[in-house]
Structure formats: C-alpha cells, structure tokens
C-alpha cells in the first residue's frame, strides 16, 4: 500500500478575515504561508463542503501566499445554506471581490472536484487574473456527469445506494436530486437532516478508494449536513448556473495559461472523461491520470502529484524575497 508523501505542515498561523458581499451575506477567508508570497487561490468542493485545512500541505508557506474561503453559504460564510442569491456568476464575482479586497494581481487558482468547475468558470470570465490552474478531479458541471452520479454509481456501490434510497419510490430513485432537494427544503426538520445525511453520505463514500464510514458519519453533522445538501441540491437543479457544455465551448479564453490537470483513473465521483476532454480541448496542458487512485486530495497519489505540481510552479514563478523552504513533515 502507498504512503503519503511528505507534505508541507497543515497546521500553520492563520490569517482569517471576512468580506461584506451585502444582500445579507458575508464571505469568510483564510490565508496561510508568507504574506507577500506568490498569491494561490484554493477553491473548495462540493458545493458547499467548505474551505479544507489538508489544501495547505501541498503549498510551501515560505514561498507562497495560501488563500481559502467558504463559498457563499458554506463554510463560515453567512448566512448558512442559504441559496436566494446563490449562482455560479454570483460566486464568480465573489472571488474576484476577494482578489481586490486582499490587494492581489494575479494568483494562481486551484480546485478540486466542484472546485475545478468554479475555478475554471472564474478563470474564463477572468484570465488576466490567473497565472496558471491546478485542478484535481475535474468536473464540468454538465448533464451527463450528473446523470452518471444519479445511474452510474449506484452499478459500482449497491449497499450504499440502497441505504441511501431507502423508502424512496423508483421513480424518486430514478431523480434522487429532485427528490432529495423536496426533501432537504421542506418543513419536517427531521425529514431535511435525514436526507441530507443520507446524499452527502451516499457521496462521500464513493468518494474514497478507503472510506473511512465512522468518520464520515462524524463529520455529516445535522447542520453541516443539511447546509451542504441544500447547496448540493439548488446547483444540480440550477445546471450549475452554467450554459450547456461552457466550460469546454470557453476553454480558448484560457489556452495561454499553464493548466495541470490531476486526475484519478478510479474517481467515480468526477470519472476520468471530464478530465481527458479537458486536456484535449487544451493545447499545452498536461493531464496525470493516476491509476488505482480514487477521488480524494488526500488519496497517496494524488498528494504526491499536487505536491509535485506546486513545487514546481515555485521554479516557474519565483519569488526572489523567499529564503529557504520551509521543513516538510508528514501530518
């Protein structure tokens, strides 16, 4: 079995802060590693999972500038779940309120899984911010990866389909979002959290090449639970507030930048096609498809691949004022 490789510390001083977005929401915000480091941009999953503290190990805080927020209503940011005035454009403009707001030029964006989707929406609307993407189990946000997540997976995991659809009809199988977003918004609380718990759970679980079910069940707390879901619902809903197959029509507007693309060959959350099409409708980018290596960042493969990644996006944006690298340890 692999090991994880080592990494940089992930329990590092934090610089956390908040940015009044109005209409009643705020965005919250960390940064780790040098203040006047080489800016990066680390888009968190989901939607809705939040900003993931495991982001800073693959990112040498003497040589760059790590920042993270929750995505509206996830995470921190206020107000919880809350999807009124929650689009993908909303979260576009989000970010770059962000960049100004922290005084950065440019940055490099990184994301995985809904992250990728998010990343790459901004880098479109905005490419003269970027200097370069990284993104980690990719997902274009279309129809057919959706109709994969509601038909394919439950081929390779019946036990957990079937735990998650439990009492469902088959015609509420056959449209678990719908029914799950009836569900997670309705008046019955206890109706809301029980299926909540049961999507992200169903997800999580094949998310992992080892899922760990005690923590899962852990961590699928009734409020963050019910906020994650709820968010996960309204965007399968809403197309992902993006246009039919756009972020491959756009890629062009982004074919200048430096694009790495990490993917698992066993990802059955973010299955590998999204990934390859990418990379194909991208001259110059430069795919590592990682066999026997399932979805998550924390995957052995995957961490040593981002790691890899990052230290060598340190020799191609240098940053003069850095010393010597920081110590890396195994967390």
Request: proline share 7%; net charge negative.
């Amino acid at each position: 079995m692999s090991t994880l490789p080592h990494l940089y510390p992930k329990d590092l001083p934090v610089r956390s802060g908040r940015l009044d977005l109005g209409d009643g929401y705020d965005l919250y915000y960390e940064e780790t590693g040098r203040a006047d480091g080489v800016p990066v941009l680390s888009v968190h999953g989901g939607p809705g999972a939040g900003l993931d503290p495991g982001a800073r190990c693959f990112h040498d805080p003497a040589h760059y500038r790590l920042i993270q927020h929750d995505q509206r209503g996830a995470g921190a940011s206020r107000p919880s779940g809350d999807v009124r005035r929650n689009t993908t454009p909303l979260l576009i403009e989000d970010i770059e309120r962000l960049r100004q707001h922290l005084g950065i030029e440019r940055w490099i964006v990184s994301g995985g899984s809904w992250g990728t989707t998010l990343a790459l929406a901004y880098a479109q609307a905005h490419p003269d911010r970027c200097l370069a993407l990284v993104l980690r189990g990719v997902f274009l946000g279309n129809r057919e990866e959706m109709h994969w997540v509601n038909q394919g997976m439950r081929m390779l995991f019946p036990l957990e389909w079937q735990r998650c659809v439990e009492g469902l009809s088959l015609a509420e199988q056959e449209h678990l979002h719908s029914t799950m977003h009836r569900r997670v918004f309705g008046a019955d609380d206890d109706i809301a959290v029980d299926a909540a718990r049961r999507l992200a759970k169903f997800e999580w679980l094949c998310a992992s090449m080892e899922p760990d079910a005690a923590a899962i069940d852990e961590e699928l707390t009734p409020e963050f639970a019910l906020s994650y879901s709820r968010l996960v619902c309204h965007y399968v809903m809403g197309d992902f507030f993006l246009e039919p197959d756009q972020l491959v029509r756009d890629v062009h507007k982004v074919h200048h930048l430096p694009a790495y693309i990490v993917q698992g060959r066993c990802d059955w959350v973010c299955p590998p096609w999204s990934a390859v099409r990418l990379h194909q409708a991208w001259p110059g980018s430069r795919l590592a498809l990682l066999p026997l290596t399932g979805h998550m960042a924390s995957e052995p493969a995957i961490a040593a691949e981002l790691l890899r990644t990052m230290e060598e996006l340190k020799t191609r944006f240098p940053d003069d004022r850095s010393g010597s690298s920081a110590r890396r340890t195994t967390p």
